[in-house]
């Protein structure tokens, strides 16, 4: 009864390959984020997305892609990998407006790029 | 824009002792704060929000936080440590716009040990 998923969990991938992450979320939300989390532990969003709309564009590189088939799905894709993507990569969700704002996280993917 | 300010990235308390983590913000608007718990290789777990209303908001595993607006504070405390209490935790702002613009600002977190 997971309520943010996340896939995979780790991923360790060559610079330049692509590579997806898959996060579903089974709590009824609205609006789903991703975050990136580095080294230092420091946490910024990325993006955001509610009811498949992306709302929020953090200065990401172009080679950041989301995609949000519904709403219970938002997944990111990554081209040519570079080592600094290499980071804690968190998906989370909320109902937009309510809550407080409450977001819920997944557990994590951790990338790893050579 | 908004801003979270943690003082003190390390934190290391007596098990049994008081837990005090900081947390100051800076937001032109009302703002909604949160704690957050990070455990080794794990994702965050919401402690406790503050939104409206009373200022003294209880969470999770006996913390609580007071909302302080004179003081643009939002302290987290626990009387008592638990070895289990070890982990980072995240103060984070959101400032609700509009529907899906409701960002978390997070601060840069503190490692709490605990000290058998």
């Known amino acids: 009864d997971t309520a943010v998923s996340q896939t995979p969990k780790y991923l360790v991938t060559q610079m330049g390959n692509d590579k997806s992450i898959k996060c579903e979320q089974n709590?009824?939300?609205?609006?789903m984020y991703w975050y990136k989390q580095d080294s230092k532990k420091f946490l910024k969003i990325m993006f955001s997305?509610?009811?498949?709309?992306?709302?929020i564009n953090e200065t990401v590189p172009n080679r950041f892609s989301p995609k949000s088939p519904d709403k219970a799905h938002l997944n990111l894709h990554i081209n040519s990998l570079e080592l600094g993507d290499s980071a804690v990569y968190f998906c989370?969700?909320?109902?937009?407006?309510?809550?407080?704002?409450?977001?819920?996280f997944g557990p994590g993917t951790r990338l790893l790029v050579l | 824009a908004q801003s979270v300010t943690q003082l003190g990235s390390h934190v290391s308390v007596s098990e049994g002792a008081l837990v005090l983590l900081r947390c100051n913000y800076s937001?032109?608007?009302?703002?909604?704060l949160f704690w957050y718990v990070q455990y080794p290789n794990q994702g965050l777990q919401l402690l406790l929000k503050?939104?409206?209303?009373?200022?003294l908001v209880k969470g999770i595993n006996g913390f609580e936080a007071e909302f302080k607006k004179s003081e643009t504070s939002f302290h987290l405390t626990k009387p008592s440590a638990h070895m289990s209490d070890a982990a980072e935790y995240f103060c984070?702002?959101?400032?609700?716009?509009?529907?899906?613009?409701?960002?978390?600002?997070f601060g840069t977190g503190t490692r709490l040990t605990i000290i058998p």
């Open positions: 989370a969700s909320s109902h937009a407006g309510t809550s407080g704002g409450a977001q819920y």
């Open positions: 709590l009824g939300h609205d609006t």
């Open positions: 997305y509610n009811n498949k709309e992306l709302i």
């Open positions: 937001s032109s608007v009302p703002p909604y």
């Open positions: 503050y939104t409206t209303g009373a200022t």
């Open positions: 984070a702002v959101s400032v609700i716009r509009s529907f899906g613009n409701e960002k978390l600002t």
